[in-house]
């Protein structure tokens, strides 16, 4: 079992930053930031894994993935926020390596947190 806590949510205005936290309970080869808004489907950010590094295409260069193993930690970066940003944020991780065109596939991972609320008001 993996333990994720998510923190770092808040309310922020259109063009804004937040950084998000993820702290995780062991290393796992996978783990990915995802996204849900009201009525929408649960949709893949971006992740890391063994292949790499993947970013869902609509973000494109706002948002930035890392992670700080010696703090068992994940961030999401995220600047120029907007409105259509809103949404919970979780956290998912996988042990294994995920297949890169599948790392924003929420099917693939195994562990969730319990997600952080972000708001961006216009």
């Known amino acids: 079992q993996v333990d994720l806590v998510e923190s770092g949510g808040g309310s922020v205005q259109a063009g804004g930053s937040l950084r998000l936290s993820c702290v995780f309970s062991?290393?796992?080869?996978?783990i990915a930031w995802f996204r849900q808004a009201p009525g929408k489907e649960r949709e893949g950010v971006a992740a890391?894994?063994?292949?790499?590094?993947r970013y869902a295409y609509s973000l494109g260069d706002r948002f930035t993935i890392s992670r700080d193993n010696a703090k068992n930690t994940l961030y999401l970066q995220m600047d120029m926020l907007k409105p259509e940003d809103t949404a919970i944020y979780y956290c998912?991780?996988?042990?294994?390596?995920?297949?890169?065109?599948?790392?924003?596939?929420?099917?693939?991972?195994?562990?969730w947190g319990q997600g952080t609320q972000v708001t961006v008001s216009s």
């Open positions: 998912a991780a996988y042990h294994g390596g995920i297949y890169y065109y599948s790392m924003l596939d929420r099917n693939e991972y195994t562990y």
């Open positions: 062991e290393y796992t080869d996978s």
């Open positions: 890391i894994s063994t292949a790499g590094t």
